[in-house]
């Protein structure tokens, strides 16, 4: 049915009972119907980044799923990264290194990157690049956020160390 | 940039998957990861009635060792092809390309399956598939069918796929450990769609060891389909990689092949391309040789 249909959605360990049509973008669901505002919509064709959220704690575009398909998995959003006022070490890193500017592309490249660095904890400056590719920021020109980052799984490192 | 309404279908397993292809034929579409169809539901150039999800359909994603055939799943996914140390080591030609394919977060959700039917002229799978050889394994509730990849791919976006078909698996020719590999694309935004895609395997002869025995070239972006160069690959034979070998047959496939003209991408620049590209590729296949 094109009609809509009930579905229950778990986002930052919380469970969700929605009821939505199957062609509603999984973007445009958190944010009209959870207010998760965080999660950026800008191309809407998967190529600039910035819904980029966490499928069962991997990076995927939330522009390119549809809610409905969803049911059974875990999502996770910019949200749930800082802990109340403490922001994560990646954060923290960007705020320290002036990262960003308008912040549109922030919440995607976070989200992009708290998997990357969980997964690879200590990539070089080309690998990072590698991966930043698929964020675009109209901003920074790229060279304050490659810098965050890398301070970023520094900190980890030690974090995980002490 | 919303897709239109369609009637959401998600099968537990191949068979109620392949029912529902039956079923709603040219109104419906499989879907993979979406990385490929997303776009084109987003952007109305595609509209089916019915999407039919095969993200539950685990049997389907899979690395598996048949002896001389490495066969992969319809719904495997890129990060893996990218990442897998048996896909290094069997296939090393199609993990260099898989950590290529869009960018980091596209990997984690496209398929194999997907980006061989989506038959973009200028992706990598369907350039892998072409040059090592790749057989599609085809299923619908008539059967099964196996189809060549250049069989399979027959023009820009268009391949032998029935309307109740789709791809369970693909068939690789394991590649042998005395082969080199290499891949290269050129794209003017990294990730991005390439302009020209470049595969090359070498083998060098035991005896006369300098002396290429097997090449396989194929080349991307240059047609409606990716394109497997034999006659290269056969003027190559017997000779060894040198600076002078390399700028010949870079020269050679150049003039060989008929790229399309158009005001973004003139012929004349995708040969060029096309020329430095081999070039380059048959240096470091064959300069891999002396590091083992």
């Known amino acids: 049915m094109t009609a809509p249909v009930s579905i229950s959605l778990v986002v930052n360990g919380e469970t969700h009972d929605l009821t939505v049509p199957p062609r509603k973008l999984l973007s445009d669901v958190l944010r009209d119907d959870l207010h998760l505002t965080g999660t950026h919509v800008g191309c809407e064709h998967g190529v600039c980044g910035a819904c980029t959220i966490l499928i069962d704690g991997q990076p995927s575009r939330a522009c390119l799923t549809y809610a409905v398909q969803m049911e059974g998995h875990e999502l996770t959003t910019i949200e749930s990264v800082a802990d109340g006022e403490t922001l994560s070490p990646l954060q923290q890193a960007l705020h320290e290194e002036h990262g960003l500017q308008c912040g549109f592309c922030t919440a995607g490249i976070v989200m992009t990157f708290e998997a990357y660095l969980r997964d690879n904890p200590d990539p070089d400056e080309a690998e990072i690049r590698d991966v930043l590719s698929g964020n675009l920021c109209r901003c920074t020109g790229y060279q304050n956020i490659v810098t965050a980052i890398l301070k970023a799984a520094r900190v980890m490192r030690q974090g995980k160390r002490s | ?292």
Not at chain 2, 11 to 31: C, Q, T, W
Not at chain 2, 189 to 204: E, P, S
Not at chain 2, 231 to 257: H, K, M, Q, S
């Open chain 2, 1 to 292: 940039m919303k897709p239109a309404p369609f009637t959401y279908h998600r099968p537990g397993d191949v068979d109620e998957a392949l029912n529902l292809m039956a079923r709603f034929g040219s109104d419906a579409k499989p879907l993979g990861g979406g990385q490929s169809l997303g776009p084109m539901l987003n952007m109305r150039l595609a509209r089916p009635g019915h999407l039919v999800d095969l993200n539950d359909l685990l049997e389907l994603d899979y690395v598996r060792d048949l002896g001389d055939v490495i066969e992969i799943g319809g719904l495997t996914r890129h990060h893996r092809l990218a990442t897998a140390p048996e896909v290094a080591r069997d296939l090393p030609l199609l993990a260099k390309a898989a950590r290529t394919i869009g960018h980091y977060a596209i990997r984690q959700r496209g398929t194999i399956g997907g980006s061989l039917v989506h038959a973009d002229p200028a992706a990598q799978l369907p350039l892998i598939a072409v040059t090592l050889g790749v057989d599609v394994v085809l299923r619908s509730v008539r059967g099964e069918r196996v189809v060549p990849a250049a069989d399979f791919l027959q023009s820009i976006m268009t391949v032998d796929l029935g309307e109740d078909e789709i791809v369970t698996a693909l068939r690789f020719p394991r590649q042998t450990a005395d082969e080199y590999s290499s891949f290269d694309l050129f794209s003017r935004r990294h990730g991005d769609f390439a302009i020209v895609g470049v595969a090359l395997t070498l083998r060098f002869d035991a005896a006369a060891a300098a002396a290429v025995e097997e090449m396989r070239l194929g080349l991307g972006g240059t047609g409606p389909v990716p394109q497997r160069m034999h006659a290269i690959e056969a003027a190559a034979v017997g000779n060894p990689i040198d600076a002078e070998t390399a700028a010949r047959l870079a020269a050679e496939t150049a003039a060989a092949i008929n790229p399309e003209e158009n005001a973004e991408v003139p012929a004349a620049y995708r040969r060029e391309l096309v020329e430095t590209m081999i070039r380059h590729a048959l240096l470091d296949a064959a300069g891999k040789r002396g590091q083992k």
